[in-house]
């Protein structure tokens, strides 16, 4: 079973530092992974359409409506980092909404059926090269204050351009190839 205290002690092995026994350690690396671990994992879960992330929800219908424009507005999952569309095929510009702070605009009646992708906290839930990638990034941004080596920074530059693509390689097997919309300038030409 993954913990946070191994990716804690994953990134420590990185930096060339000692180990930690608990996320509460009184030790400067465990304090400094604590101030960014929360935030590194969320950016990173939100820069891809990760396969374990995806979560699908049925939103109802906020009340009161939208003063002007659309007729309703559904309000994200508590749980959303990043709104994606309800099918891997469905990328196209065509969907008839918006989405202003965390709200989506749109005219559809509800339910509204959505795909997010969700805010993963358990580490078990995260793909083993997820928490490689998630490991390695907070490795990256911490190495200069832990190590003051920039040799080592640019080594885990290389790493986390490695791992990253592996982690996404690895996810995008596992999912519906998503179609390119089609282009209305060569759509009208044909």
């Not at 205290?5 to 350690?25: C, F, P």
């Not at 604590?34 to 879960?45: E, K, V």
Request: with cysteine; proline share 5%; glycine share 4%.
């Amino acid at each position: 079973m993954a913990s946070v205290v191994d990716i804690y002690n994953r990134v420590a092995q990185k930096l060339g530092a000692k180990r930690i026994t608990s996320v509460d350690e009184n030790s400067n690396l465990a304090q400094e992974i604590n101030q960014c671990y929360s935030g590194l994992r969320d950016a990173a879960l939100e820069e891809h359409r990760w396969s374990f992330a995806i979560e699908r929800a049925s939103l109802a219908a906020d009340s009161p409506v939208p003063e002007w424009g659309k007729d309703n507005a559904f309000t994200w999952p508590s749980d959303c980092l990043k709104i994606i569309p309800p099918y891997p095929e469905d990328d196209d510009i065509g969907r008839d909404w918006v989405i202003e702070g965390r709200k989506i605009i749109t005219d559809y009646a509800a339910p509204l059926y959505v795909r997010y992708i969700k805010q993963i906290t358990d580490p078990n839930e995260m793909s083993p090269l997820f928490r490689e990638y998630l490991a390695t990034l907070i490795a990256f941004e911490l190495c200069e204050k832990v190590t003051q080596s920039n040799t080592k920074k640019a080594g885990l530059k290389e790493d986390m351009s490695d791992i990253v693509n592996k982690a996404k390689k690895s996810s995008a097997i596992q999912s519906v190839a998503a179609y390119s919309p089609d282009d209305t300038w060569l759509a009208l030409r044909n």
